[in-house]
Structure formats: structure tokens, C-alpha cells
């Protein structure tokens, strides 16, 4: 059985887009579904990740698996509809899928919703007897125990700045109104046995780890074990955790004990009334200075993810974020507009007062407004966002936010040179027209 793994990108994000090597790493969906094909169906199996690499239009499969999120979706169904022509039969599956599974359906022989380690090997063994259903939902007795090892060795690794992805934890229950994740997967938190997870991190044989979950402490007492368990391991990691971790002085020493040296953190806004809008309310704007210190003297870097666009917000909000960043020296400073995936909760609210503007999927990569904010224009918005991601990688910027250098781990000013300031300085090239383009794909008419 010839199976093809295939991860669209949207145009920033794509291997010859806005970012480089530097600021991807390995993904686990592909890696994950190619682990858990059973053996006895002799598969022969190949991986397509475009943010890494172009995606062959003459793949020799006779099943291609797409994994689509929201922002990559209308590519993936040019490439469904594409395949489909050809003869192969196709599967989608993943967030978009999950949330819209009829839509997914439209492009697809096959729509898998929800976690597919169960209902995938079911899938396979249903094709080979011919008796292949239109969709499988996640089983309701799921588990991420006895998890596979990802097929790392179908990735190109000189394309990623990492191969070493683990998971541990899966799941947020934050109750924010803008994410996706819940929408498409629930609020169940799915976590994986402590030991599983140290047995591959030994097995990597590898100095650092990068654990991809949404939210590594949305279990206090899980990420506790997780983390103290690493300490003798020796290794260096980096995560995602939420602005909670700055009033816990014990998870902190975990953390810098076991090998933290880099946390993202989304910060979301500087405005408290904005983390009301959008339900974050761990988050507490006058102590994001303190966290920084906390974690700076822990000696772990911060990426700062900010969303521009709550309906408290006007065109000041963009200086005084910047202000803020050099201020409170976040290492990796992030920007992104607030974003109504379809099925959320902000979607259904924007929707209902009509202020939905954009209905091309191709759209919503958080980084182009697609609804109409209060306070200010769709163009202020996007010029707003544009401005602060260049003021912030100005090289006088970096050098305030990152200074005194002797502190500062080469990675962090790789980073911030190499990395994002690229990034800031091509965002205005991501136009409308350049973001819904996919010419390259022959489009088939129905």
C-alpha cells in the first residue's frame, strides 16, 4: 500500500515564504499518522511538509492524507480535488476538518475529525478490504498512552531547526474565546504517562527537546512530574505554558532545573479589559514585567505572542506594545491579529453583529484582519501590525530588548536576526492576491 502524508502551507509560511530553516521544527501529525500504518500492509510511505519543501504534483500513492488547519484549507482542497482526478483516493483530516467536516467532505473521499491514532489503522484496514466508510470520528474511550514513535526518518531533517518534537500533555481547558483547539478537539486533557515520555526523550539520544503541546501547565501536578523527572537527564528544552507560571516560584525552579531555556508565552494584549474580551484571564498585565525578571533570572528566553484587534483597542495600541516589549526585554517578541476561526466562540459572536468581512479561508493565518474591529479600520489594522513587527526588529529594537549580550544565548540573537527580522521585513509582501494564489496546483472544475 503506497500512502502519501501531506501538510499544505499557507503563502508566509511555506518553504520559500517569509520564514527559514530557523524557525521551524519538526512536526508530529504526519510523523505520528505514518507510525501507526500497520505493518502487515506492507506500506510504502512518503512525507510532503511545504513548509520545508514543494509538494510533488506526480505522487506515486494510492491513498494521500491531508492534514488541513483553517489557514491552509482552501489549498488542501485544491490539492484533494486535484489528486482525486488523478485517481488517488484522499483523506482529510485535522483541525478544519474536524471543525467542518461537511465542508472537508466536498473535497474528500474520506474526512477523519478529531484524534485519528484509533480510528486511522481502522481507516487503512477498512480501504484494503474495499469497505472504506465517507468519515471516522474519534473513538469516545480515547488515549494518548502507549503513544507511537513518530517516523522522524520520513522528515527531510536538514530542513528543520529541530527534529527532537515530543509530545507529553495534549489539550488546553482555558476557556479563550478565540481558539481553535477546543473547538475542533474538546477540553479534555489527555495526559501522557510520565515515563513514556522519558523513555523517548532518552531514546532521541539528543541534548535538547521541544515539546510543541498548546499549554505544558495545564496540569500543575502533571508538569511538576513531568519536569522533576527530566532533572536528571541533563537536557535542554523548549515549550508552550501560559503567564501563569510567573506566580508559581516552585514550577519556575522545575522548569530551570530540568533544562527550560525558552518558553512561548501569549501574552495576547497590554490591555487587561482585551483579556476579558477574549476570556484569558490568567493573564495579568501589570505583572507580565515581574514574569519576565522571574524568567529572565531562571535563565529562560520568552517568545511573546501578542494579538492585535479586542474591541477596546485603537491605533495607540500598537506603540505602546512595542513600548512594552523593549521595556520588559521579552526575547521573541510575536505579532498576530485576533482571529474568529469558524466554530468558536468569537467567530459565532462577530458573525451574529455581522462583521464578518473575509470568507476566503486562505485568510485567516492571524497575521490578515478578516472582520471589522470596533475602534479602528481593517487597513489601520493591518498597517498597525505591519509597523509594529518592523519597529520591533529594528536593529536599535533588538539591541534594547536584548542587551546586556553577555547574558543572552547566541540562539536568542539568531533568532531575532536571522529569524524574525526577516520576517517583519517581508510581511508586507503577503497581499491578498499573493496569500489565495495556488496557481501552482491545476484547478479542477466540477
Not at 530553516?21 to 499518522?33: D, E, I, V
Not at 483541525?95 to 467532505?105: D, F, R, T
Not at 523513555?199 to 512530574?225: C, G, H, K, Q, T
Not at 525558552?262 to 495576547?268: A, C, H, P, Q, T
Request: glycine share 6%; aromatic share 12%; charged share 25%.
Amino acid at each position: 500500500m503506497k500512502i502519501a502524508f501531506l501538510a499544505p502551507a499557507g503563502a508566509m509560511h511555506r518553504f520559500h515564504g517569509s520564514f527559514g530553516k530557523a524557525l521551524h521544527y519538526a512536526p508530529l501529525t504526519l510523523t505520528t499518522l505514518a507510525a501507526l500504518v500497520p505493518q502487515e500492509l506492507n506500506p510504502d510511505m512518503v512525507i510532503f511538509d511545504e513548509t520545508a519543501e514543494k509538494i510533488p504534483l506526480d505522487i506515486d500513492a494510492d491513498l494521500i492524507c491531508i492534514t488541513a488547519i483553517t489557514g491552509t484549507s482552501i489549498r488542501c482542497y485544491r490539492y484533494a480535488d486535484y489528486y482525486r482526478c488523478l485517481g488517488k483516493i484522499v483523506v482529510i483530516g485535522g483541525v478544519h476538518a474536524s471543525m467542518l467536516p461537511k465542508e472537508a467532505a466536498e473535497h474528500a473521499d474520506v474526512v477523519v475529525t478529531g484524534f485519528a491514532e484509533q480510528t486511522f489503522p481502522q481507516m487503512l484496514f477498512d480501504y484494503q478490504k474495499g469497505h472504506l466508510m465517507p468519515r471516522y470520528d474519534q473513538n469516545y474511550d480515547f488515549s494518548i498512552a502507549d503513544r507511537v514513535t513518530p517516523r522522524r526518518d520520513l522528515l527531510k531533517k536538514k530542513r528543520y531547526i529541530t527534529m527532537n518534537t515530543i509530545e507529553a500533555i495534549r489539550g488546553c481547558s482555558l476557556p479563550c474565546i478565540f481558539c481553535a483547539y477546543p473547538a475542533a478537539f474538546g477540553k479534555t486533557l489527555y495526559k501522557r504517562p510520565v515515563h513514556e515520555v522519558i523513555s523517548e526523550i532518552e531514546a532521541l539520544n539528543s541534548m535538547e527537546v521541544l515539546f510543541p503541546d498548546v499549554n505544558l501547565v495545564a496540569n500543575r501536578a502533571y508538569a511538576i512530574e513531568l519536569f522533576s523527572a527530566m532533572i536528571p537527564l541533563k537536557k535542554i528544552w523548549f515549550g508552550l505554558a501560559t503567564s501563569t507560571v510567573g506566580i508559581d516560584d516552585e514550577l519556575i525552579s522545575v522548569f530551570s532545573r530540568s533544562g527550560c531555556r525558552g518558553l512561548l508565552i501569549g501574552f495576547e494584549s497590554i490591555s487587561q479589559s482585551s483579556q476579558k474580551y477574549i476570556h484569558k484571564g490568567v493573564n495579568k498585565v501589570l505583572e507580565y514585567g515581574e514574569l519576565m525578571k522571574k524568567l529572565h533570572y531562571a535563565g529562560i528566553l520568552v517568545q511573546g505572542c501578542f494579538a492585535f484587534g479586542g474591541d477596546d483597542e485603537d491605533k495607540t495600541v500598537f506603540e505602546k506594545t512595542v513600548d512594552m516589549v523593549i521595556k520588559t526585554k521579552i526575547d521573541l517578541p510575536r505579532y498576530s491579529i485576533l482571529t474568529p476561526f469558524p466554530k468558536t466562540v468569537l467567530y459565532d459572536q462577530l458573525e451574529q453583529q455581522n462583521r464578518i468581512i473575509e470568507l476566503n479561508w486562505a485568510m485567516y493565518d492571524v497575521e490578515h484582519c478578516v472582520f471589522t474591529p470596533n475602534k479602528m479600520n481593517k487597513e489601520e489594522l493591518e498597517e498597525g501590525i505591519e509597523w509594529a513587527w518592523r519597529a520591533t526588529y529594528t536593529y536599535k529594537s533588538i539591541v534594547k530588548r536584548l542587551a546586556p549580550f553577555a547574558h543572552i544565548p547566541v540562539i536568542a540573537l539568531a533568532l531575532n536576526i536571522f529569524g524574525y527580522r526577516g520576517y517583519a521585513n517581508k510581511f508586507k509582501r503577503f497581499t491578498r492576491e499573493v496569500m489565495t494564489d495556488n496557481s501552482y496546483i491545476p484547478e479542477i472544475r466540477k
